[in-house]
């Protein structure tokens, strides 16, 4: 949500960038953004508010059927367009680093449509995401959130049978002493808030705009 302070014109373009992106107009968005960076409005207020709030926007036309993943895919690129538009008006040392993510669909589970959501809507949202694609072993999932210092393993099944995996990933984190290193979110058809506490993990996405405000929240990002 906006502030109460900002000048009216600069709230206009803030609204404006965000139903651009949402309409996925590209030329326009991308103008838009570059004004925001020539008026010296906050580049971070742009992020958090018309990037943000765009990204839950497009995840609910995609729950009601009003967009489609190609929608999604498209809507990330123009998101990723307009914030490397908007950090250059951003001092250096103001730059926030963005959290990691490392996402898959667990062992055995060949399901890759809700997963590339779920990656979409973190990437647009602010996140750096690493996407191992399906029928990822728990060893490969810890090995790449070492290797690329990841702070999330998000962890996708779309089958009852390969829930277990998304345990094993978490008790293999157990076993080799680095469950502290990282969060774990879990998601998926069959896959309940209740089963989520029952393994140990650290949250749960009922879909892919749930997984973008709760990995947000986890980080403090909001």
Known sequence: MISADIPTEHQELLDQLKDMIVAIDSAGACRTAERIVAEKIDPMRAIKYSIAEAALAIGHKFDTGECFLPHLVMVGDLMDQVTMILE??????????????????VQGDMHSVGKNLVGTMLRSGGFEVHDLGVDVPSATFIQKAK??????????????????????VIDDLVSMGLRHKFKVIIGGGPVTSEYAVEIGADAYGKDAVDALVVAKKMFGME
């Open 88 to 105: 250059v008006g951003i001092p250096q040392e103001d730059c926030l680093k963005k959290k990691v993510v490392v996402i898959g669909a």
């Open 147 to 168: 290797d690329v210092k990841a702070d999330l393993i998000a962890l996708s099944s779309l089958l009852t049978t390969t829930m277990p995996y998304q345990r094993e």
